[in-house]
């Protein structure tokens, strides 16, 4: 009994928060690393996307509720989520336009492309505050919780609760989703293969008769749509606030660095990997060790590696110490 | 004659900033945002030090700039005696034991031949010290925590002259630029910016959250000035006697004696201020001159070639037997050096120490609109953008209300639209950041004031 209790224990704080996490970060990593694949720089203002599509999600929300239409059980953010999607393309291939495709063509170093995101970053966070406000905004609606800790209680009789919201699940229905669609896409279709060759090497690519245009513009297409998702699955998750957008970037670029920068499934992985080790090494293990551990050698500490005030610091020295022992990233990264 | 015109350009246009706002708007505004400005243009010129000179990018301002501000609690607060025998020697003995594990690893990473497992075991070690440390510093840590836990409940600081922290700062901020050099500088361009970011996040979450150390998020008020306050100021003899000086003719003209006394004392009250904001802006000057005469000077020197030599081709300087790790990590410290003294300025001016306004946007991003804008390379180019640059980020609100004033005039004022633009005024200054940006980087990818080499 007491080893059950010990596992829904730490399902229910590490490994459900830890999938929910990962799987946010995890997508979000994967469009910084196709962005750096293919475009081939470091994009700063891939925060600022995710929180201009989720503000999109949000507005076309309120425009739905105030219509009455919702979607049933599920939150109505899912139905608003195509619109936002389009309009963060449109707006994704506007700075490319304007922005991007002229210091492509001049071939300039990555540095200058990281300044002029930093541009982009800048004017996204005012366009996203001034049309929404830098508060909390809460957008969730529809059944909030698939199982309850007190329901679970009663129905297995443990001392301990599992709890489920439905955003967790939704969360990785759409994870998976997305991800087995990518990388379908871009292992078996002969885009996708494109694409790749592209990241690979650019000469060769052109060699071959690859558009570059069209990769590029179908990078664009991906990453926003990943942004988005990434975006609204987060919001709706914890909520909405444009603060807290640029700073998910950090963990992102953490995740996206230590899977090796330039691979989608390196990325993947980082993303869980951030999460798991951002939620596992702050979390206090105290009653875990006492339903583990023998009368009488229960700890008195509380058994924590690192208070949580340093969950981020967390991700931030996992990159730094990846960055020393293997540049590369833990998966070779530079390919897609 | 080149370096001349820069110079002209580069403090006229302050001067002509200043005096607009002054006549504008106030007098008390106008030395504020001179102020800002004279701080603004040290940290570019810092920042211009490791990205004009030497191409490092640089993202972890922000944490620099911490580290100044940090500086100015440890040095300028008087120390809490009770927290000190409370926690003191508890404090003293995990600094101790932190700076063991650190050499004991220094020693292993030198000493132990090349293994596979060597760097396992260093990991090892660091892994292990983490929990240890905790445990034995965590308990002073909550006795100096609790004690006046409203007021002070931290270890205070030396109880010198604020000034000294403006040096000890840059001090602090060179060791840590050495740390985080040795890691860091090694990788290439666009993994240095993200980690250097990275880093400054840990530091700001370190000064946060360690109030032992910092009172955190409960921030520290009322530091010291290296200038006289308001209120001795108006009971000093010797001012009130400049202020009817300087105002004699105003005050002759008023003929009752109750009612010039009263309006004396306005006055008094109202230079005071401004006084203040002088003597910080008189400082502020004398430091960005003096730096700005040793930048010139190193940039056309011998050393400041090698290190242009180093930035446009590094293969080429190594071949011809330039260290270029030692320069780099030398140059490094040297920018970060520069960022904290400004930091700890930061501080001494606002006269508080916020941790939690420490915003990458506005420490970091900020300040790299001010190099770029300015000129990279050029340390006029630098000056002139952090003036030019923190004009338009203190004055884009009051544009953005004019703008919008004028677009909306004929709607209401109970408009839905009208007031939700004039509630969003603060953030068009982000706005007019990032196109500045992006234009300047389109049109003058140099800058306003582009770097000009002496050839001889």
Redo the contacts between chains.
């Keep these: 009994m007491d080893f059950l209790n010990s596992i829904i224990l730490l399902t229910n704080f590490i490994i459900v928060p830890g999938i929910t996490y990962g799987s946010q970060l995890a997508l979000g990593a994967i469009g910084v690393t196709l962005i750096y694949g293919v475009l081939r ?2 994009n700063f203002a891939y925060g600022d996307l995710m929180a201009f599509g989720t503000m999109i999600v949000i507005l076309f929300t309120w425009f739905l509720q105030s219509k009455g239409i919702t979607f049933g059980l599920l939150p109505t953010a899912l139905l608003a989520l195509p619109i936002g999607i389009l309009l963060t393309i449109a707006v994704s291939l506007f700075f490319d336009k304007t ?1 991007f495709e ?1 210091y492509r063509n001049k071939k300039s ?4 492309f ?3 995101s ?10 996203v ?3 929404i ?2 508060n909390d905004i809460n957008f969730m609606d529809g059944h909030k919780f698939i199982m309850k800790a007190r329901e679970f209680k009663q129905m297995t009789g443990l001392n301990e609760g599992l709890a489920l919201k439905s955003t967790q699940v939704i969360t990785l229905i759409a994870t998976i989703v997305t991800c087995s669609v990518l990388f379908y896409f871009l292992n078996k279709t002969k885009t996708g293969k494109s694409m790749r060759a592209y990241s690979n090497n650019e000469d060769l690519a052109l060699l071959s008769g690859i558009d570059p245009k069209k990769i590029v513009l179908l990078t664009w297409i991906i990453v926003s749509i990943l942004a988005t998702v990434a975006g609204t699955l987060y919001g709706l998750d914890k909520s909405f606030k444009p ?1 807290t957008y ?1 700073n998910n970037l ?1 963990p992102i ?2 995740a996206t ?1 230590v899977g090796g ?1 330039g691979n989608p499934l390196g990325a993947f992985y980082g993303g869980f990997l951030i999460a798991f080790s951002e939620i596992g090494l702050t979390y206090a293990y105290k009653k875990f060790f006492k339903y583990i551990m023998p009368e009488g050698l229960e700890p008195s ?1 509380l058994i924590q ?3 949580t ?2 969950k ?2 967390i ?3 996992i ?3 990846v ?3 293997r ?1 590369n990233g833990i998966f070779k990264g530079k390919v897609i | 004659m080149i370096k001349n015109s820069d110079f002209k350009i580069c403090f006229s246009v302050m001067t002509i900033l200043t005096i607009l706002v002054g006549l504008f708007q106030s007098w008390g505004i106008a030395l504020s945002m001179l102020n800002l400005c004279l701080i603004s243009a040290v940290m570019a010129m810092g920042v211009n030090i490791q990205w004009g000179f030497a191409g490092l990018i640089n993202f972890g301002v922000m944490g620099f700039l911490a580290i100044g501000g940090l500086a100015t609690v440890l040095i300028s607060v008087p120390p809490v005696p009770e927290a000190w025998s409370a926690g003191g020697i508890g404090i003293l003995i995990s600094g101790l034991f932190l700076f063991s594990v650190v050499f004991s690893v220094l020693i292993i990473n030198k000493r132990l031949p090349n293994h596979n497992y060597k760097n396992y075991f260093i990991f090892l070690i660091i892994i292990l010290s983490i929990p240890l440390l905790k445990f034995i510093a965590g308990p002073s840590i909550s006795r100096i925590e609790s004690i006046n836990a409203a007021t002070s409940g931290f270890l205070g600081g030396a109880n010198l002259p604020i000034i000294f922290s403006w040096f000890i700062g840059a001090i602090l901020c060179a060791l840590v630029a050495f740390v985080v050099g040795k890691v860091c500088l090694g990788l290439r361009s666009d993994y240095l910016a993200i980690s250097t970011l990275l880093v400054s996040g840990i530091i700001i979450t370190i000064v946060k959250h360690e109030e032992w150390l910092s009172r955190g998020v409960k921030n520290v008020i009322g530091l010291k000035r290296p200038v006289p306050y308001e209120v001795d100021l108006q009971n000093s003899e010797w001012f009130i006697k400049l202020v009817e000086f300087l105002n004699s003719s105003k005050l002759s003209n008023v003929l009752d004696f109750e009612e010039r006394a009263s309006l004396l004392n306005q006055l008094v009250i109202s230079s005071s201020g401004v006084f203040v904001k002088l003597c910080f802006s008189l400082i502020f000057l004398a430091v960005v001159l003096i730096i700005l005469y040793f930048s010139e000077k190193a940039l056309n020197s011998p050393w400041g070639r090698m290190m242009r030599a180093i930035r446009d081709n590094e293969e080429a300087a190594k071949a011809m037997g330039k260290n270029v790790v030692k320069q780099h990590l030398f140059i490094f410290m040297l920018g970060s050096a520069i960022i904290g003294f400004a930091g700890a300025m930061l501080v001494t001016y606002d006269g508080l120490f916020t941790p939690s306004s420490y915003q990458p946007l506005r420490y970091t991003f900020l300040i790299w609109v001010m190099v770029l804008l300015g000129g990279t390379g050029n340390n006029y180019g630098a000056i002139l953008g952090g003036f030019v640059v923190w004009f338009i980020w203190i004055q884009s609100a009051p544009f953005a209300l004019l703008v919008i004033n004028i677009f909306t005039s004929h709607l209401d004022e109970t408009n839905y639209i009208k007031e939700h633009l004039l509630n969003s005024v603060p953030y068009f200054r982000y706005l007019m950041m990032g196109l500045g940006l992006l234009l300047v980087m389109r049109y003058r990818p140099k800058g306003l004031l582009p770097e000009k080499i002496i050839k001889n």
């Design positions: 720089f470091a922005v002229y170093d990555p540095v200058t990281i300044v002029v930093l541009g982009i970053m800048f004017v996204l966070n005012a366009v505050r001034i049309i406000g830098p603060f640029f950090l670029f953490a660095i920068i500490t590696f690192i208070s005030d340093y981020f610091a991700s931030f020295a990159l730094i110490v960055l020393i022992f540049p």
